[in-house]
């Protein structure tokens, strides 16, 4: 847990739309906004962020009700809201241009970045987007028994009486096979969800999947229009988001870029972070050795 304490330490808060929203800004150069998943924070990015910080300046929120941003309690928790704090907070740090790198929920708040881009009443410009894991096309979409309950009517009940024990369970039911979260991944997980008694938020923050849903068609179109360099990186063991995600992303993107990582589940950036550290520099830089456009990365022994 002291890992993630010090994380909280070099944050700060920042008074969005009535919410104070954590921030944690890192590093140096072109702006590369980090979009975090659900239920965890902004410190699934500690591994790659010393990495990535001499070329980029690194902006690392956490989402409304995660981490060690505010959590109220009777609050409709959805991901255009969580889009229009991005939008605020980038205007508030005067960025107008950066790059993007999402994670599971995080890819939902890019595609309605991108959605908007489209329409032309984004506030700052994407230049280019790489998603992890995450729930691109509901379709494709394999939720954990946890996160079913949480969203159905007795997810207020469940959220509550979750423990340790059980995220645990869950986290290593989606991890690959060569580096599962630790014991104190789990703890900092953990302690980002008690924060502020985060527990009793869970169930509504979860609606985020009926979201999907029912915004299927416009972030589908997002992804398929974007009109930037798109890029994914895919721990195909992961049972939510891995292997079948990918096919669906073949059909929808033009020219898709993918990189597969086969020993990986659902966190690359956690159980791959040198891996999808240099991916990442390779796609978001201008050097002359890019990002393949499509290819399964096994680690070197």
Known sequence: MHEINSWHEDGAGHTILGHNIFVRE???GTPLLLLH???SCSWDWHKIAPKLEKEFRLIMPDFLG?????????HDYTIFEQTDIIEHLMDELGIRE???LAHDYGDSVLQELLARQQEARLGFRIQ????LNGGLFPEAHNPLPTQRWLAG??????GVYLQKAHLAKAMQAIAGVENPPDANTIESWWASIQHNKGKRVMHRIAGYMAERETQQQR???ALAHANIPLAMINGTLDPISGSEMV?????????PRIVRLPTVGHYPQIEAPDAVAKLASQFFSNKKQRMPSSATHRRSA
């Open 153 to 158: 009517p007795l997810g207020g009940v469940i």
């Open 26 to 28: 890192q590093g140096k």
């Open 37 to 39: 998943g659900f239920p």
């Open 247 to 255: 096919k669906v992303y073949e059909r929808v993107v033009p020219n």
């Open 219 to 221: 972030w589908s179109d």
């Open 66 to 74: 995660m981490g060690f941003s505010d959590k109220p309690r009777s």
């Open 128 to 131: 280019r987007a790489l998603m």
């Open 98 to 100: 950066c790059s993007v």
